[in-house]
């Protein structure tokens, strides 16, 4: 190193004593149940190195590093001995302290921008720079005991961070050349039990007839293994990518009365999904489960794409990067069909928040912490990005303690026709985007795991940490790079990184890649992890050598990295070379269609309750109302999401329509959102939504597949849809496949996909699923989560003016129930806010008459005579209608059916049901157009701020608008009165 470098301090740490960011570590703690803790004081640190001085340094903090409104900012010369300075001498003699950092190697992208602006501002001579945060803690008691526990629990997560307890030493990265180190994998020879421990050995997550193919085409072969070929061979075959669970053949143990499946399925995904989507044959899907997401027609001249993804694991041992890089992952799916990414959703599902540390497994992060970490990593990413978070959900349930999930959804729009798969031999193989590291190694296999108590530990570079800084530099010149027919194809580098994204693109013909030519941002790497390495912001295009120069330019415009490691072969294989040396060698054939077709037995679970099976209104217990419809309103579940919401810029882009705030004061909640896309011609828009209920997984998989699908359907009508022309997205979160019965909820949520979209006449258009979501307690017992099904929804109007909200408009108006309305308790929010009088029922039914219900609401829509509209789910009626008066600060009067309960009336669920408000004048168009509909009048609209009920004339309960709002949103509301 030179002895003229330098490494200085710069702290910034807040003026006011009342700081929100270290408040709100203050109120993190005390939520942990961690006692003693009086104030809290966080200070960010960036650590600059260079050939400078400390008053060029002082200027690049107080241009760059600070607001000097609400923060001041201290730099200093760091010495060898690292010694405290004065103003950490004075602050601990009264608060202990502690100092965080990334872990050597950890991606820090803050620092990157720094050392780029640096030299934007002329301050040239820094070469390197890193980031940290320092936290000061005053109380009674708090010992050395106490720091590590409020470190380790709280501040500084091990899979990434490192932690101290007195002025941290930074680290930063060094430039280095990778190692050309190659091993040999021994496969020939082995017995059954040495080839499984290779797989275990390794993290593979192969099975006995997996690794047995790759000891017989060792033999055809003539050789053992390199390493770089058995991880590519595992990444391929694993299940995150080539999703062999679906995939399987399955036989089916029916013990189902109600339902009937087949005796066996060849190929389960084909079987159900797949044809739902072929015998619905709807002329307006473009593409469907053949590219990185699917594709359909919008207004002639654009498409629209879509996919969700899940990053589960990932956000379980580090939730700010494993949500982060969720979100770019998928953005770069829809950058991959030559997209340009325009909406985002995500939808998020933790363990309650009220867990007691006590009770967590061992190894397993604090569901509030890792809420925290995941809404942060969405927020930073797509803020970033300039990409509007426009729909989502959030549930909380004990089975997700272990295993969150993390569905990460893009939207994009293109000239329709525009991405290319024209691939040809001679196409040089160009990498663009960021440098490649160690972080994300095995990503693949490891979301193909069941978790335990050291997957934080043995799994840790498996979490990828993102830039979007980079990777909106992608989108800006891969637009214009489709614009002017640069490249033959493109995908993006996921899971699995390079090997999976080049094997994938040159599987049909053949390549040659050269690793030397990576680059790299971490020292030493050896050949099988820079193939591997899933380090983010990065894509790879196919182009024909005479338009590399022209890409070269655009690149060089957006400052964007591009680098030719390769070309098209037609040889047939895969070869990888490091510098002369070749370390991969795979017959494409193999590899891509040589993994053994698993089979599978599933049992079909009888559920205690058929759909629709209720009990006598004799036998419901009484409750006190208006307090039942307030503990649904702060149930998480249902309680508002304004304050996740509010971080999310929604309106960047200028496209949003119906925002996932509406109201009269912008917080009441949206059962979708509309966008009308900037590059879209004429008038049309597109509508998102979702439904997922975990709860009804728990009781009957296939019942919940119909629900879910037709909430998600539901929530895209009530928005002003075309049910004609909706596509769904599928995202399955199950437990072990290998258990009978787990693979036989997943068999009839598949049927149940086939059978609902056929009846819907709405076909899949892309999906994916996550396995093995199941924790391996310290006790020996596999904890899995709920069956849990998302189904996301993208739907169509032909006029953004046409779309609805739900909040109540005007008084006077008219409400109607429309749907089959058949209130059941099964798997509903009112049994779990009283399981000690849970009603014992089975799950609303979903009915059959649904689509054409949702035909001829739309028909109305048409006619601009539906002045609001709101669908009925968790917590049924009653919610539904606080929810209205609530977002239109009105009230209501309902008129409960008298041939129902009044409890089950109120909070009973079900499905198909829209409440609707009509103006006056409309009554009888309306009426009309619902002839043939089940469709009841159940109330007005009114002026005095109330919700109310009646049951043949007599008050069942009245609760004024602000009680709601204070349940609803869980504090006092500012500025309502009764």
Not at 270 to 280: G, K
Not at 378 to 402: C, F, H, Q, S
Not at 783 to 809: F, N, R, V, Y
Request: hydrophobic share 40%; glycine share 10%.
């Amino acid at each position: 190193m030179n002895n003229l470098q330098k490494t200085f301090c710069c702290v910034v740490r807040p003026k006011r004593k009342n700081d929100p960011r270290s408040n709100g570590y203050l109120a993190d703690v005390r939520a942990l149940g961690i006692t003693g803790v009086e104030e809290i004081i966080c200070n960010d640190l960036y650590f600059i190195r260079g050939i400078v001085n400390l008053n060029q340094v002082s200027r690049l903090a107080g241009e760059l590093l600070h607001d000097p409104v609400t923060h001041e900012v201290e730099t200093y010369i760091i010495n060898t001995s690292a010694e405290s300075h004065e103003v950490i001498t004075q602050m601990t003699a009264s608060h202990g302290m502690i100092d965080v950092a990334l872990r050597p190697g950890v991606t820090d992208p803050v620092a990157d921008q720094i050392v780029r602006a640096a030299e934007l501002l002329g301050i040239d001579g820094i070469n390197a720079a890193s980031t940290g945060l320092r936290f000061f803690v005053k109380g009674e008691g708090v010992s050395e005991k106490k720091l590590r526990q409020l470190a380790e629990r709280l501040f500084a997560n091990a899979v990434i961070q490192r932690y101290a307890l007195e002025p941290i030493t930074p680290s930063f990265s060094e430039a280095a050349e990778a190692s050309g180190q190659v091993e040999t994998i021994r496969v020939r020879g082995l017995s059954s039990s040495g080839l499984l421990k290779t797989s275990g050995d390794r993290r593979a997550a192969l099975n006995l007839d997996e690794m047995l193919a790759i000891q017989s085409y060792c033999l055809r072969e003539g050789r053992d293994l390199t390493d770089v070929e058995f991880e590519m061979l595992a990444q391929t075959w694993s299940e995150h990518c080539v999703h062999k669970t679906f995939k399987s053949r399955v036989v089916v143990e029916h013990v189902r009365s109600d339902r009937t499946f087949p005796a066996a399925y060849k190929h389960l995904f084909n079987q159900t999904i797949r044809a739902a989507t072929r015998d619905v044959n709807a002329n307006w899907v473009l593409s469907s489960f053949r590219e990185n997401a699917g594709i359909i027609e919008f207004d002639g001249e654009h498409e629209l794409s879509f996919k969700v993804e899940t990053h589960n694991h990932p956000s379980a041992i580090e939730p700010f990067g494993g949500a982060n890089t969720g979100i770019g992952g998928v953005i770069r799916d829809v950058i991959g069909v030559s997209a340009k990414p325009i909406a985002s959703t995500d939808v998020l599902c933790f363990g309650p928040s009220k867990t007691r540390l006590d009770d967590l497994p061992t190894g397993v992060l604090h569901p509030r912490r890792i809420a925290s970490g995941v809404i942060a990593g969405i927020e930073d990413y797509g803020n970033k990005m300039g990409i509007p978070t426009v729909n989502g959900a959030l549930w909380y349930d004990p089975g997700y303690i272990a295993n969150p999930l993390v569905f990460c959804g893009s939207v994009g729009i293109a000239p329709r026709g525009s991405n290319p798969h024209g691939i040809v031999p001679g196409d040089r193989v160009i990498l663009l985007g960021g440098k490649t590291g160690r972080d994300g190694l095995r990503g693949a296999t490891f979301s193909s795991m069941t978790m335990d108590a050291q997957t934080g530990e043995v799994s840790g570079a498996s979490v990828q940490i993102g830039a979007p800084i980079v990777e909106k530099g992608l989108v800006d010149v891969l637009m214009p790079a489709r614009d002017l027919g640069l490249y033959h194809a493109i995908t993006d580098c996921g899971a699995g990184g390079l090997s999976s994204a080049v094997g994938e693109m040159i599987s049909e013909t053949g390549g040659d890649i050269q690793l030397a030519d990576v680059p790299l941002k971490y020292p030493g790497l050896v050949p099988w992890e820079i193939w591997l390495s899933e380090a983010q912001e990065r894509m790879v295009i196919a182009v024909p050598p005479e338009s590399v120069a022209e890409l070269q330019g655009l690149c060089d415009r957006f400052e964007v990295s591009l680098t030719d490691i390769g070309c098209v072969s037609s040889t047939g294989r895969t070869r990888v070379y490091f510098h002369d040396q070749i370390v991969l060698d795979l017959d494409n054939q193999f590899l891509h269609h040589g993994l053994p077709q698993r089979q599978y037995t599933a049992t079909i679970r009888q559920p205690r309750y058929l759909p629709g099976e209720t009990v006598d209104g004799s036998q419901l217990p009484e409750i006190d109302f208006d307090k039942t419809l307030l503990d649904l309103l702060s149930h998480p579940n249902i309680a508002s999401r304004e304050p996740i919401i509010r971080v999310y810029d929604h309106e960047v882009q200028g496209g949003t329509v119906v925002k996932p705030l509406c109201g009269i004061r912008r917080d009441g909640p949206s059962d979708g959102c509309v966008i009308k896309p900037q590059m879209g011609k004429g008038r049309q828009a597109f509508v998102l939504s979702n439904g997922l209920n975990p709860e009804y997984g728990k009781e009957d998989p296939y019942e919940m597949t119909r629900l879910v699908m037709d909430e998600a359907i539901r929530n895209a009508v009530a928005c002003g849809a075309d049910p004609s022309r909706i596509a769904v997205l599928d995202n399955f979160c199950w437990g072990d496949p290998t258990n009978p019965e787990t693979m036989g909820d997943l068999v009839q949520s598949a049927q149940a996909c086939y059978d609902t979209a056929v009846r819907y006449q709405t076909p899949f258009i892309s999906g994916k699923d996550s396995f093995n979501n199941e924790y391996l307690g310290m006790d020996g017992a596999r904890h899995a989560i709920p069956p849990t099904l998302l189904i996301s929804a993208l739907g169509w109007m032909p006029d953004w003016e046409q779309a609805l909200t739900m909040d109540l408009k005007r008084t006077g108006s008219l409400l109607f129930l429309v749907g089959e309305f058949k209130p059941a308790f099964g798997g509903s929010h009112y049994n779990l806010i009283h399981p000690e009088r849970k009603v014992e029922e089975g799950l609303p039914e979903c009915a059959l008459k649904n689509p054409e219900i949702y035909r001829a609401f739309y028909s109305t829509v048409t006619r601009g005579i539906i002045s609001a509209c709101h669908d009925l789910s968790e917590g049924g009626l009653g919610v539904a209608a606080a929810e209205m008066c609530m977002g239109g600060r009105r009230g209501a009067r309902i008129e409960l059916p008298s041939d129902i309960h009044p409890a089950r009336a109120l909070f009973g669920e079900t499905s198909g049901c829209l409440l609707v408000e009509v103006r006056p004048a409309n009554r009888d168009l309306f009426l009309s157009l619902m002839e043939s509909i089940p469709c009841r009048f159940i109330g007005n609209v009114l002026e005095e701020p109330v919700f109310k009920t009646v049951l043949k004339g007599n008050e069942v309960f009245s609760v004024g608008i602000p009680e709601l709002l204070r349940a609803w949103k869980n504090e006092s509301v500012e500025g309502e009165t009764e």
